[in-house]
């Protein structure tokens, strides 16, 4: 069982900068993907960010120069830098992972989610 802790989330005015972070632990042998979605009240659960285990990073459109998501394999740790923040961004921000756990099984994971509000 894989267990995944955020933290960063708040309220910031437009414009302004936060940082997420997200920590796996638990029967991990390997992370190959790991990343953020958001939901925001009434919309689905989209895509913010994710990167893989040798770097690979994909962005959403609307975080493009913005954000900044990045990894520490050893410590199963993600970081989110979001920067330029607008209303827009409001929402529940989810951390994910995929991989394997220490049986060889495949696992997804999803965090508790942290609140992210910008408004003046």
């Known amino acids: 069982q894989v267990q995944l802790v955020e933290s960063g989330g708040g309220e910031v005015q437009p414009g302004g900068s936060l940082t997420l972070s997200c920590s796996a632990s638990?029967?991990?042998?390997?992370?190959?993907?790991m990343g953020w979605y958001r939901q925001a009240p009434g919309k689905q659960r989209d895509l913010v960010a994710t990167i893989t285990s040798g770097g690979s990073i994909n962005y959403a459109d609307s975080v493009k120069g913005r954000f900044a998501i990045s990894r520490d394999n050893v410590n199963h740790t993600v970081w989110l830098q979001m920067n330029s923040l607008e209303a827009e961004d409001t929402a529940n921000y989810y951390c994910?992972?995929?991989?394997?756990?220490?049986?060889?099984?495949?696992?997804?994971?999803w965090g508790q989610g942290t609140q992210v509000t910008v408004s003046s």
């Open positions: 638990g029967n991990i042998f390997t992370i190959f993907t």
């Open positions: 994910n992972t995929r991989g394997y756990s220490t049986l060889y099984r495949p696992f997804e994971a």
